[in-house]
C-alpha cells in the first residue's frame, strides 16, 4: 500500500492538480493502463483468461454493471472482490459525510451546506480502493432499509422535523457511493426488494420512503446468480435483469491442469501432497461433476477438490505425528477418508438414494487409475513386481509410517525412475512411499495385483 496523500482541505487539493473522475472511469482507465503494460488484471483468478475475464473486461471499459450467472463453487465472488482492485488506490472524500461524497461535488444535503460555509477549507480525508468495495448476501429477509436507506428515529429525537433529509439513516448502496457495490445470489432477493435496485441502475439515484430526495450516486453494481433455468428459490425480475449492461457466465475449470492448479493455490496444506495426488483429486472432482448419479444442475464446487485436498495433507500430517515422520507427504492410503467427509458436499439423483458412497468410492478408484495411465502406466515396473514372485507381501495403511512401509518391501529396482516420473525430485522416505504405493495401487486397479482391503488397511499381493 502506497503513502495516503496529505492534503486536508479543498483548497490543498484543488492546488495539487487532482481530477474528479466517476468511478466507471476510474476502472475503464486502471484496466486500459494495465492492458497496455501486460500486468495482471483479475490476480488469482485461474481458468477464466480466455472465457470470462474477456467479457468482464469488455463490461468494464464500456461502463456496464454486471451480473455474473454460474454453479456454486465456480469463483464468482473471488473475481467480483478483484475488480476492486482496479480502482484507484486514494480517492478523496468529505471528512464526516456517510455517503463519501467527493469534495468537488457533494450531493447530500450535510456536504452541500458545509460545503457553502467552509468553502476552500473544506475538510478531506482520504480512503483506500479496499474501503469502496462492499457486498451483501441476498436473503429473503433483506430489507429495502438495509439496501437503500430509512428514516433515523434517533436523529428525529434529538428534535429534527420528520422531512429533514437529515433524519435519513443510509443503506448499503449509498454508503458505497464512489465505489463498487455486490448483491450475491441476487434471485434469493425478494422481487417486491429487487424493485429498490431500478433507480440506482437506471437513474443513479435513491428514493427513501415519502423523501422529496433525489440522490445521484455514482456506483458500479455487480451481482451473482445461478442460472435461473435450475434454481427454484426465486428469480431476477426482467425489468432489473434489463437494467444490468452484461450478463456473464462462470464455468468451472475447463481441463485438467487448471483444476490442479486451482486446487494447489487455494488449498491450504499442512503436509506435502504431491502433484500426482492433486492430479487424482481433480480427477475425481471432474468425475462427480460428469456423473450421471449426481445431480448436474446442482454443480459441484471447486471447494469440493479443495477440501478434499486438505483432508489428504491433514491425514498425513496426523500419520507423521502418531508415527514420529520427520517429514508428512501424502499417499494414496490417505485418499479413502475423503470419501465420507466430502458426501455433504454432492447432490445425487433420487435413484441413486442408499449407493451414494459407493458411487463416491468407484469414482475415486477410477481417478487413480486414470492418472496412474498416464503418469506412469507405461512405465518398467518389473522391478516392484519382482517383490511379490515369491508369494511375498506388502502391508499399507494410513498409519504405516513411511519408514516401515519401505522397510517391508525392501529395495525396489528402478524406484527412482518412478519418482522422477511422479516429479518426486526430493530424497526423503515420505516421497519414496508416496511413489512405491501409487505405483502398488495402480498395478492393483489394472489388475497385475491382488489387494485384500482390512479396516486397517490392505495387503497388495500377487
Known sequence: ?????????????????????????????????????????????????????????????????????????????????????????????????????????????????????????????????????????????????????????????QGRTLGDPETVHYGLVPRTNRGIFAVNELPDLAERIQVALLNVLEERDVQIRGYALRLPLDVLLIASANPEDYTNRGRIITPLKDRFGAEIRTHYPLSLETEVDLIGQEAELVAEVPRHLLEILARFTRNVRESKAVDARSGVSARFAIAAAETVAAGAARRAAITGEETAVARVADLPAIVPSLMGKVEFEVSEEGREQEVMEHLLRRAIAETFRRRIGGADLSGLLDRFDEGETVEVGELVGAGDLLTRLGPVRGLA????????????????????????????????LSKDASGEGATYRL
Not at 421 to 439: C, M, R, T
Request: hydrophobic share 40%; glycine share 10%; aromatic share 4%.
Open 417 to 448: 525412475k518412478i519418482m522422477s516420473a511422479l516429479d518426486l525430485a526430493g530424497d526423503s522416505p515420505g516421497q519414496a512411499a508416496a511413489a512405491v504405493e501409487f505405483a502398488l495401487e495402480g498395478l492393483y486397479l489394472t489388475r497385475r
Open 1 to 157: 500500500m502506497s503513502s495516503q496523500p496529505r492534503e486536508a482541505a479543498l483548497g490543498a487539493l484543488l492546488d495539487s492538480g487532482h481530477v474528479h473522475r466517476s468511478v466507471k472511469a476510474e476502472l475503464r482507465t486502471n484496466l486500459l493502463s494495465r492492458l497496455k503494460s501486460g500486468e495482471s488484471r483479475f490476480p488469482g483468478i485461474v481458468g477464466f483468461d480466455e472465457t470470462v475475464l474477456p467479457h468482464v473486461e469488455r463490461a468494464l471499459l464500456a461502463g456496464h454493471d454486471l451480473v455474473l450467472l454460474g454453479e456454486r463453487g465456480q469463483g464468482k465472488t473471488r473475481l467480483i472482490r478483484t475488480i476492486s482492485g482496479l480502482l484507484d488506490e486514494w480517492t478523496p472524500a468529505i471528512e464526516g459525510c456517510e455517503i463519501n461524497d467527493h469534495p468537488y461535488e457533494p450531493v447530500c444535503t450535510r456536504c452541500i451546506r458545509l460545503a457553502g460555509e467552509a468553502g476552500n477549507d473544506l475538510p478531506v480525508v482520504w480512503r483506500h480502493r479496499d474501503e469502496r468495495y462492499a457486498e451483501k448476501l441476498a436473503t429473503p429477509d433483506t430489507s429495502v432499509g438495509d439496501l437503500i436507506g430509512d428514516v433515523d428515529p434517533i436523529k428525529v429525537a
